[in-house]
């Protein structure tokens, strides 16, 4: 029995010790070796919860990257040690994940997932641009892909653009490029060279006319016209300049209200695509926590809300929407400018912002620990208090003795004034007591 134990044990640690061996950790001499290869790494605070809630993520991540044979070196890097390597990467907060590839360096804002985590890390370890040479591959790739970007033709000014883009973007998504023999047979272009985005069960052509700049029109359809929306994705879409409209539902307790106005949502964004796309992104959120937090009030579920990613303003119907009609109404009103705005980023509001995250800040700490949260709120009130006690009782202690002082210098004076009141009846008996004994001599 006890052996079986110690043959566990053994077991368990030699897994440890090969999980931690796929993560290396990295010191000030990082700098000198960065150039080699290619680095996703994490740097950290020993005290950040969150970078403890991603160490078995990341050692996850080392563990698969090494099993696939991906070139990627997993690293992570002590920011408050090494701070010096840390400013020079442009470190502000801790966990900050970075995949170094030469001098260049890419920060992942995505979800602290494997899955996502890896996916970014192969995307752009691999080059900018990735070959499609044939129908079968093509076809493959557009089977992983729910949005996907390719350039169709050969050498162009077009192609240099859509290169220079790419190496920007490539941190969001995965970028093509192909011939226009290896296109699907519905597929047919006007013209070659182009750029065409393959998403939501059909595909859409740049026009540089008609959509701006090459790098904007991509920012703008890197998403599905309709989506499953979170903290991260809301954070993205920021980037896109479009307001978001979310209909918040509960999927775990779904009714007939939020099922419907999620189908109308949905029709809207497939049905109305070439009037809302420039501006409108569509989706759905699960739970209102997270819209809560970021409006400071409470939403109703189900609702409807449109969100300005980039100001946090945001606008509500001003009655529950229950048709189409209702919802074109409403989202027009919102784009013309007629609906009423709540929110934003004023001074007001920013202030406002402050105190609530404090107020959230506080409950949270009490509600998961409050034993710590007593403690963390408690000291200091007590060592104020205690200051402004001691302060107190100091003050009236200065008080008293200058009033002792004063009580004896006016006992003094008062002294002094008997004293001086007191010598001249004291001549006044000496003289009548001399004058006494002279007449007595006379006589």
């Known amino acids: 029995m006890a052996g079986g134990k110690a043959f566990l044990l053994s077991a368990v640690c030699l897994w440890s010790t090969a999980v931690f061996a ?4 990295l010191d000030g001499s990082f700098k000198d070796i960065k150039n080699d290869d290619v680095w996703l790494v994490d740097f950290y605070a020993p005290w950040c919860g969150y970078c403890k809630k991603l160490e078995p993520v990341w050692n996850d991540v080392g563990a698969e990257l090494k099993r696939s044979g991906s070139p990627v070196r997993i690293g992570k890097m002590d920011a ?35 899955d996502a985590i890896i996916e970014f890390a192969n995307r752009l370890a691999g080059p900018v641009l990735r070959s499609l040479p044939s129908k079968q591959m093509f076809e493959h790739v557009l089977r992983r892909h729910d949005v996907l970007f390719v350039y169709v033709g050969g050498v162009s000014p077009l192609k240099d653009k859509y290169t220079e883009m790419a ?32 998403k939501d ?73 070439d009037h809302y796309n420039r501006d409108v992104q569509f989706g759905h959120m699960d739970g209102s926590e997270y819209i809560n937090s ?34 074109l109404l409403f989202i027009n009103s919102v784009l013309d400018g ?67 002082k004063q009580d004896e210098e006016d006992e003094d004076e008062e002294d002094e004034e008997d004293e001086g009141q007191g010598r001249p009846a004291l001549l006044d008996t000496t003289e009548e007591t001399n004058k006494s004994i002279m007449d007595k001599k006379v006589d």
């Open 201 to 273: 069960g059909g595909h859409f052509v740049y026009d540089e006319y008609a959509d701006g700049s090459l790098s904007s029109w991509v920012s703008r359809e890197r998403f599905l016209s309709y989506l499953p929306i979170d903290g991260y994705t809301l954070y993205d879409l920021g980037d896109t300049g479009k307001l978001v409209a979310i209909v918040i539902i509960d999927e775990k307790n779904p009714t007939e209200d939020s099922i419907r106005l999620r189908n109308l949502v949905q029709r809207v964004a497939t049905e109305y695509r």
């Open 80 to 114: 408050t040690a090494f701070t010096g390597v840390a400013s020079d990467f442009g470190v502000r907060g801790y966990p900050t994940i970075k995949l170094i590839k030469g001098e260049a360096s890419y920060n992942y804002k995505g979800p602290r997932s494997k």
């Open 22 to 25: 796929f993560v290396e950790e």
């Open 294 to 327: 970021l409006i400071m009030g409470e939403i109703s579920v189900p609702s409807i809300i449109m969100l300005n990613a980039t100001s946090e303003q945001y606008f509500l119907p001003k009655k529950p929407v229950s048709t189409l009609e209702e919802l």
């Open 167 to 198: 190496s920007e973007l490539i941190v969001h998504t995965y970028f093509f490029s192909a011939l226009e023999d290896v296109l699907p047979e519905t597929v047919t272009l006007n013209e070659v060279p182009a750029v065409l985005v393959f």
């Open 338 to 404: 007629t609906a009423e705005g709540h929110g934003g980023d004023g001074v007001i509001q920013r202030v406002k912002r402050l105190a609530y995250d404090a107020k959230s800040t506080v409950q949270s700490v009490f509600r998961s620990s409050p034993i710590l949260g007593c403690f963390l709120f408690g000291l200091p009130v007590a060592v104020i208090s205690l200051m402004c006690y001691v302060l107190c009782t100091a003050s009236a202690a200065d008080d008293g003795t200058e009033d002792l």
